[in-house]
């Protein structure tokens, strides 16, 4: 199993900047894969971005050019800069790691961003 611990979130303004930390524990060989995923109240939950153990990277385009995913191998942990917060980013931050074996998706607790306009 694979255990997740999320870090960083909290209360900004319009155009200000936050960072995201996910460190990783347990099968760590397992994951292909670590990103975000968020979740506004009444919406389903999306996908912001993700960082493969090749470190190619994926964005979802209402996120293009202002986050930036990055990880630290040797600390496990995968990080998200978010610059530019706008207030429709207001959700709460999923860390996912998607496994190989056994196939797969752990979850972190979440963490809440709040970008007040």
């Known amino acids: 199993q694979v255990q997740l611990v999320e870090s960083g979130g909290g209360l900004v303004q319009a155009g200000g900047s936050l960072r995201l930390s996910c460190r990783a524990s347990?099968?760590?060989?397992?994951?292909?894969?670590m990103g975000w995923y968020r979740q506004a109240p009444g919406k389903q939950r999306e996908l912001v971005a993700y960082?493969?153990?090749?470190?190619?990277?994926n964005y979802a385009d209402s996120v293009k050019g202002r986050f930036t995913i990055s990880r630290d191998s040797v600390k496990n942990t995968v990080y998200l800069q978010m610059n530019g917060l706008k207030p429709e980013d207001t959700a709460v931050y999923y860390c996912?790691?998607?496994?190989?074996?056994?196939?797969?998706?752990?979850w972190g607790q979440g963490t809440q961003v709040t970008v007040s306009s």
């Open positions: 996912n790691a998607n496994r190989v074996f056994p196939m797969g998706d752990s």
């Open positions: 347990g099968s760590i060989r397992s994951i292909a894969r």
């Open positions: 960082i493969t153990s090749g470190d190619s990277t």
